[in-house]
Each structure stands twice: as C-alpha cells, then as structure tokens.
C-alpha cells in the first residue's frame, strides 16, 4: 500500500511505526464532551484501519466542536509525531494542543494553560499526514493529552483515528503495588537489635 | 462500586421553615443528606463526599470532599435557615470543589436539593447543564417543597441537559407521611446507578418499609425471620393444644382417678404428637393438628370404655380434679391465638352432646356434665372476652 508520505517510506513501513496504541492503558482513556460516552477507545487502531469506521467514531457534542483526549500509557514512551483524521464537512479538528503528563486536565485548565506544543491542523481525510513533535520534549511520556479547541466550521468535530508513532521504553510509572498495610502493629515482625541478642537501637 | 466525589448541595433558605415534611423541611433534608452520606461512603471506601450551603448569606462550602463520615455529619450541626438559595452560584461552586478534588480518578457528581421555588430561566440552568455535561460531572436533583408552576420542568430542563448515559438522576418528593429519606432510598440516587449502594439501600428500605412478615426481611436477616416464624407456629400449637385438653376433660365426664391418670397420659400422648408437629412448618399443620385430635379422642374413646363401670363413682371429687386440670389447661394458655380449631369444635354444642352420647357410661343429661359444659362454655366466653380485650392492648 502507497504511504504518499511527504518522506519517503522505503526505509520503514508506516503501519508499524504507528503502533504506540499497543502500549496505551485503554481502560483509563477519557474524552471530554464526547456525545457517546466511551466511542473514544475506537479512535486507537492500527494504522491499516485507520478509515474504518466500523467501531464508530469520537464525536464531540452537538454545537460544541471542543474535545479533550486523555490518553495514559502502560509505560513510558517517546512520541516522534501524531498523526489525526478527521471527518469530512469541517467537522475535522483545526488545532491539536498537547499536555504531557498531567492527569485530571479539564477544559478550564486546557485553556488556560501552556500546552508542551501545539499545531495548526489540516483537513486530513486520507490520514496521510503527520505532525511532528519537538522530540526532546517528549522523551517519557506516561500521559498524554490532547486538545481540539476548533474545527473547519462544522457543528461538530469527529475524529476517526489518532496515531502515535515513536518508542515504548518499557519502563513504567506505577506506584508501588505490593505494599502491605498493618492496621495493627505485630511485634512479632518487628524484630530489634534488643530481641536478637543486644545492641543499641536507633532511631533514624 | 464506582469511585466517585460527590457534592452534595443543602437548601437552606427561608422556605425550609416549613413543616409538611415531618419534623421540618430542613430536618427532613439533613436526614436525606445523611443518609446519602453513609451509602456512598460505604459503596466504596475511597469515595468522598462534600457539603455546601447554597442560601444564607451565599454559597458556603462546609466540607470539601472528604471520606471522613463524621465531619460530615458534624458540619451539619448549627446549621441555620435563612436567605434566598442561589442554585447557579450553588452548583459551579460544587463543580468547582470537585475540580480541585484530590483523588483525580474520582468521578464527579453534585446532588442539589431544591426546596425553594427556582427564579433561573430555563435557559440559564440548560446552560450550566451543558457545562457540567462537557466536563463528564453527573447531577442528582431533589426536588421538594415549594412546588410553584414551572418548577419541575426547569429542573427536568437541566437535569435532561446534563444526563449523558442516564447517570443523572432527578427525583420529585412530594409532601405526605412518608420521611424525604425513605422516598429517596428507591431511586436511583441511592441505588447508585444499579450497582454498588445497592445492598445498603435493600437494608435500609426493608427496615423502613417493614412490609416484611414480622417485621424482618427474610434476605437480609434469614435467621432472625425463621426463628420469629418457628416461634410464632409453636405458639399457635401450644395454644390448639392447651384448647384440646380442655375439650377431651370436657368430653370424659368419668369421674375416677385412675380415668384421670388414663386421660392425662393420653392427653400427654396426645399433646406429643402435636409438639412434633409443631416443628412442621408447613400450612396443612392444621390438618395434622385435626388428625392428632382425631387419635386422641379415640383414644380417650377406648380408654374411657374400659373403665365405664366406675361411672361417675366419685363425681364431687373427680369434678373437681377435672376443674383443676381445665383451669390449669386455660392458666397455661395465657397469650391469645389465632383461631383454634378445638376451640371451634367445643363451643359446637351438637358436636360435643353428639361425642358424649357416643361415649360409653357417659349420660348427657347427667347434671355433672351439664355443669362441666356449661362451665366450659363460660370458660370460652371468658377466652373470649380476654381475647378482645388483649387485641386492644395489643393495638
């Protein structure tokens, strides 16, 4: 398949370059002021299926084209460029804002803060054309969110496939998960210096 | 169980004075909050709830966000009424304190009590529905006391504005007898959206509604409601007992001893078997009941032939021994019943004379058993009568 690319693709093979979606957390994927809740999980395929509308859409709200898209990773990765389609008939998204690492961003605070970088969109129908990051500032990124504050003048904006090309680094974020927690302290499994034999405790 | 932060918006204007919820609106409101309160903390651990004032001298926050159940209760105390409630500032003040909330996973919801009437626009409210909306906050809205035209509409309006996937919720409380709390624990602002509270709100409206048999919810309290049961069954078959050994004294008019320790050794086979059934929970106990009545006047009938021939030797005496037995029999059988069969059968007149001429040495017109009858007719009476007058104490 053709890439029509503005590079040239004999070096790499664009679907499997797009395959960060095989490393986002899918179950903690949210949009906000999307119509039907949860359609953003179709928004994240491979990058053959990337005009298949099969799974549905991400549409925004009616008369209100603003979509916010948190997108967590299961580990640290590095994202080279982002490519975003859109539907026809000015519903396609005209500007695409980016926040790394910060969960909880609403609309209030993507407004008003200083996205990591933005870009100016084109309507993309094809799903040809990517848009490239600043790479060095999106060297381990656990989350990422984008804005859509406007579109070409539809009522809404839909988007049918956002790609991410880059690394996964396999290294993770989590918390620590294996903690156990004591309602009540037991002696027994606080062994001191003073139980085993002697010597002088401290504290540190 | 879904990890959620809650607002919850508390209407204390002038209008909560009023008293067509019992004790008071605003009281009745503070339960309700309560209530919430408590489901939501214990649908999951890591919820939280908050409580703001929306009238007085304007939207105060008391508690922000927070899973500690006690300081919400506690910052419901001292509360006073008073003021015009602003319901827009009330709700982006909510929507505000979730933002800052300190669990991000949270979702976020705002429950708002409107008790006074609503002066927005509809527009006004659809306006702050589709806000809440773009920022995936769910609204639960109480709708109670003042009921002026337009009122439920506009708040259909902004719930309606709000709902994505019919997570908000609006519910109407007319007034009437029924506690605000025990209306609000059938809907969907309890229930939680069909999961998680759910089990607290079953045991909340089965004590409340206590439409249950005795009281206790079968579900939730199994053994309770059986042994209530058991003990109810057992009851009503001492009390058929203790009837049945009256009417078999009543019907052996043989005045020995001897026919004395026969009877009461048949009245105590007799009262074996219905002990046994008694511990048959089944509805044709009754029937059981009858067939051990049945055996044990035939038996009375066998025992009594034998011993026909010392017909009424000593009838001051044995009467009197039967005397006894019968008040003893009707002391023992202090509490009241449901109906009892024997006391059917002996109040039949027919039934009884019919069963004394078939007895064997038992002569009907004998004064003595006349006297017996009678006296077991004013001792029925007397049942009667003490019957009517425990069903009053009772109620």
Known sequence: ?204 | MVLEATMICIDNSEWMRNGDYSPSRFQAQAEAVNLICGAKTQSNPENTVGVLTMAGKGVRVLVTPTSDLGKILACMHGLEVGGEANLPAGIQIAQLALKHRQNKKQQQRIIVFVGSPVKYDKKTLEAIGRKLKKNSVSLDIVDFGESDEGKPEKLDALVSAVNSSDSSHIVHAPPGPNALSDVLISTPIFTGDGDGGSGFAAAAAAAAAGGFEFGVDPNVDPELALALRVSMEEERARQEAAAKKAAEEATKQEASSSRDATMTEVERSSALPADDKRHQLTDDEAALLEQALAMSMDDVKSGSGAISDTAMSDPSVDDQDLALALQMSVQDSAKDSSESEMRKVVEDQAFVSSILTSLPGVDPNDPSVKDLLASLQGQSEKKEEEKKPENEDDK
């Open chain 1, 1 to 204: 398949m053709a890439c029509l690319h503005d590079h040239s693709c004999e070096d790499h093979n664009c679907s499997s370059d797009f395959s960060l979606y095989k490393h986002i957390d899918f179950s903690k994927v949210v949009a906000l002021n999307e119509s039907v809740a949860g359609s953003v999980k179709s928004v994240f395929k491979a990058w053959e299926r990337r005009l298949d509308t099969s799974e549905g859409l991400l549409e925004s709200n009616e008369d209100d084209p603003e979509l916010l898209v948190f997108i967590p990773f299961t580990c640290d990765v590095k994202i080279k460029s982002i490519a975003v389609v859109g539907g026809s008939g000015g519903t396609s998204p005209s500007k695409m804002r980016a926040f790394i690492n910060r969960e909880g961003i609403d609309f209030s605070d993507a407004q008003n803060m200083q996205p990591v970088q933005e870009w100016e969109l084109t309507e993309n129908l094809q799903g040809v054309l990517e848009y490239q990051t600043r790479f060095s500032r999106f060297q381990s990124v656990a989350n990422l969110t984008l804005h859509f504050p406007e579109n070409f003048g539809g009522n809404t904006t839909q988007i049918y496939y956002i790609g991410l090309r880059g690394e996964a680094t396999q290294l993770r974020r989590d918390v620590v998960a294996t903690i156990v927690y004591e309602v009540m302290p037991n002696p027994s499994e606080h062994k001191t210096k003073s139980d085993s034999g002697g010597g002088l405790s401290h504290i540190e």
